[in-house]
C-alpha cells in the first residue's frame, strides 16, 4: 500500500550564503543542507525529524509544504506529486492538505477561547456550526471545555498555550507540521503539551511531521523517528529500535541520555513486555 507521505532521495543545496562579499564567495560550489533522504509516513502517525542544530531538520519539513525549493528527489503525498503542482493546486495543497504550525500559539486578545480556535476553520469557510462544534470539541480535550466563552487574558501562560494547540489541530489540513513547538517552555507546561498533543492527534485523526533536538521528546511522541546528522538520515525507527539497536556511535550517545521510564509510557511499547529488560548498561 502506498504510504500517505513518501520522500525519496531528498536534497537540498543552498547557493546563497546569507552573507555578501567574500563571505559569500567563499561558499563556492553550494551548501548541501539535506542530503538524499529518504522516509515514509503512514497515515496518521507521528513521525519525528530529531536531529542537532543545523542538521536540516527545518528544511526538511519547509521542502514538504514547498516553502522552500527542492534540489532534487521526490515527495509524494497521497499518491500526488507534490513538486509538480502548478500555482492553483499548491494554495489548495497548503490550504486543505499541509499545515504549518508555528511556535508561538499566539491568541487573539479580543476573541473568545472558541472564536479563537474556531478562527483556523473560519478561513477555510468551514460552515459556523460545525466550527463551533469541533472547536468546542477540541478544548474539551484539553480541558478547558466549561471556559469556551473566557477571554484569552483570563487564563494562565499554561492554559493560553493549551488553546493554541487545540486551535492547530482543529483545522481541516491533514497534516501538520510543527518545527520545535514546545521548546521555549517550561519543563511541566511541556510535558502536559506533549501529552495533549497526542491525545488531540488520535481525536483529530492527523498526520503530523514533528522536530525536535529533545530524543526524549521524540521519543514520547514518536511512532517513527528519524534521526538527522548533518543534512544526512543516520536511522529510522521507533523509540524500541533506537533503544535496543542504535545503528552508530552518534545514536548511542543521544540514547544513554533517554528517560526510559517515560518512553515505556506510550502505546506502543504495549506488548513487548521486556523492554524495560533490554536496558541496564549504566552509564
Ligand atoms: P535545523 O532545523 O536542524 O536546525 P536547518 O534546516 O535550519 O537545520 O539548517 C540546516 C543547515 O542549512 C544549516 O547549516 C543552516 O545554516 C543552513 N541553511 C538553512 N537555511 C539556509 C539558507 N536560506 N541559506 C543558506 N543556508 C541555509
Given at each position: 500500500e502506498e504510504p500517505f507521505i513518501r520522500v525519496e532521495h531528498l536534497t537540498k543545496?543552498?547557493?546563497?550564503?546569507?552573507?555578501?562579499?567574500?563571505?559569500?564567495?567563499?561558499?563556492?560550489?553550494?551548501?548541501?543542507?539535506?542530503?538524499?533522504?529518504?522516509?515514509?509516513?503512514?497515515?496518521?502517525?507521528?513521525?519525528?525529524?530529531?536531529?542537532?542544530s543545523g542538521s536540516g531538520k527545518s528544511t526538511i519539513i519547509r521542502m514538504l509544504n514547498r516553502l522552500v525549493e527542492t534540489s532534487s528527489g521526490s515527495i509524494a503525498v497521497g499518491g500526488r506529486d507534490v513538486l509538480g503542482l502548478a500555482p492553483a493546486e499548491l494554495r489548495a495543497y497548503r490550504n486543505r492538505t499541509i499545515n504549518m504550525v508555528f511556535q508561538h500559539f499566539g491568541l487573539f486578545?479580543?476573541?473568545?477561547?472558541?472564536?479563537?480556535?474556531?478562527?483556523?476553520?473560519?478561513?477555510?469557510?468551514?460552515?459556523?456550526?460545525?466550527?463551533?462544534?469541533?472547536?468546542?470539541?477540541?478544548?474539551?480535550?484539553?480541558?478547558?471545555?466549561?471556559?469556551?466563552?473566557a477571554m484569552p487574558?483570563?487564563?494562565s501562560g499554561g492554559m493560553r498555550q493549551r488553546v493554541g494547540l487545540a486551535r492547530a489541530l482543529a483545522t481541516?489540513?491533514?497534516?501538520?507540521?510543527?518545527?520545535?513547538?514546545?521548546?521555549?517552555?517550561?519543563?511541566?507546561?511541556?510535558?502536559?503539551?506533549?501529552?495533549?498533543?497526542?491525545?488531540?492527534?488520535?481525536?483529530?485523526?492527523?498526520?503530523?511531521?514533528?522536530?525536535?533536538?529533545?530524543?526524549?521528546?521524540?521519543?514520547?511522541?514518536?511512532d517513527r523517528i528519524m534521526v538527522m546528522k548533518q543534512g544526512r538520515m543516520?536511522?529510522?525507527?521507533?523509540?524500541?529500535d533506537l533503544l535496543d539497536a542504535p545503528a552508530d556511535p552518534y545514536i548511542e550517545e543521544f540514547v544513554a541520555e533517554v528517560d526510559r521510564s517515560r518512553v515505556l509510557t506510550i502505546g506502543m511499547l504495549t506488548g513487548t513486555g521486556t523492554a524495560t529488560g533490554t536496558g541496564g548498561t549504566g552509564g
Open positions: 543545496v543552498f547557493h546563497k550564503s546569507r552573507g555578501t562579499g567574500w563571505l559569500r564567495r567563499k561558499r563556492g560550489p553550494g551548501f548541501t543542507a539535506v542530503d538524499d533522504v529518504s522516509f515514509q509516513v503512514g497515515r496518521g502517525q507521528i513521525f519525528v525529524v530529531m536531529g542537532l486578545p479580543h476573541k473568545s477561547l472558541i472564536d479563537n480556535v474556531a478562527f483556523g476553520l473560519k478561513v477555510r469557510g468551514v460552515d459556523r456550526a460545525v466550527r463551533e462544534a469541533k472547536a468546542t470539541e477540541a478544548l474539551a480535550l484539553v480541558g478547558l471545555g466549561d471556559r469556551v466563552h487574558e483570563e487564563l481541516d489540513a491533514e497534516i501538520l507540521l510543527m518545527d520545535e513547538p514546545f521548546s521555549a517552555l517550561d519543563p511541566l507546561i511541556r510535558k502536559d503539551m506533549q501529552e495533549l498533543l497526542i491525545k488531540l492527534q488520535r481525536n483529530f485523526k492527523k498526520t503530523i511531521v514533528f522536530v525536535t533536538h529533545d530524543l526524549n521528546e521524540a521519543m514520547h511522541l514518536g543516520i536511522q529510522t525507527g521507533t523509540a524500541v
